[in-house]
């Protein structure tokens, strides 16, 4: 399936009730041939209202973390979320909402082929990773998903709400930067 039929397809979803309130798919963004891809759990409202995940506050500081360790939205990564409607009053969502969205997301990884996956937040750790990951354990530690390595950083809204969190961040990304400069 190519990257256009996949985005049409998924622009016209109705596999959930979420689509009845969504003002915008909110597809994804990014370099389509990534090494790199983050997913995340869903969008929130200015997702919704722009049809671009991670803007706002939350995607301000990710860009921010991105830029630390040399990572571009628009250049060398890929960014998606697990769900790509907003649930209402931004909500984690659903395991029915996930289990309807999450072809849209496996598609999306088979056309960019990332050698790394970062989950963005508990959500989308606990879907891409394991039922049972704990966030405040297990993050920054890398897990292997067939022939990917991948890991889960703090997601950006919980960095804005409890700054503490942003030290071992930090030494999260540090690890993924290296990471990265294993697969060149």
């Known amino acids: 399936m190519s990257w256009e039929t996949l985005k049409k397809e998924c622009m016209d979803c109705r596999r959930c009730p979420l689509w009845e309130t969504r003002t915008n798919v909110v597809f994804g963004v990014g370099n389509e041939q990534a090494k790199v891809m983050f997913v ?3 969008p929130g409202e200015n997702e919704d209202l722009q049809g671009e ?5 939350a995607g301000k500081l990710l860009d921010d973390m991105l830029k630390i360790i040399g990572l571009d939205r628009h250049e060398n990564i890929y960014i998606a979320n697990i769900v790509k409607c907003r649930p209402p ?22 056309l960019v082929d990332p050698r790394l996956i970062v989950c963005l ?6 879907r891409l990773i394991k039922p ?4 405040t354990k297990e993050h920054g530690q890398w897990f292997d998903l067939g022939n990917r390595k ?35």
């Not at 969205?101 to 598609?107: A, K, M, V």
């Not at 950006?156 to 993924?176: G, H, I, N, Q």
């Open 40 to 42: 995340g759990e869903g």
């Open 53 to 57: 995940p991670f803007v706002g506050r």
């Open 89 to 110: 009053k931004n909500r984690d969502p659903l395991g029915t909402e996930q289990d309807a969205c999450i072809g849209w997301l496996e598609r999306q990884i088979e």
């Open 121 to 126: 937040g508990r959500i989308a750790a606990m």
């Open 132 to 135: 049972d990951f704990r966030i």
């Open 150 to 184: 991948i890991m889960a950083l703090y997601h950006p809204a919980a960095l804005l709400r409890d700054p503490s969190k942003r030290p071992e961040t930090f030494v999260d990304l540090k690890a993924l930067q290296r990471e990265i400069e294993n697969c060149k």
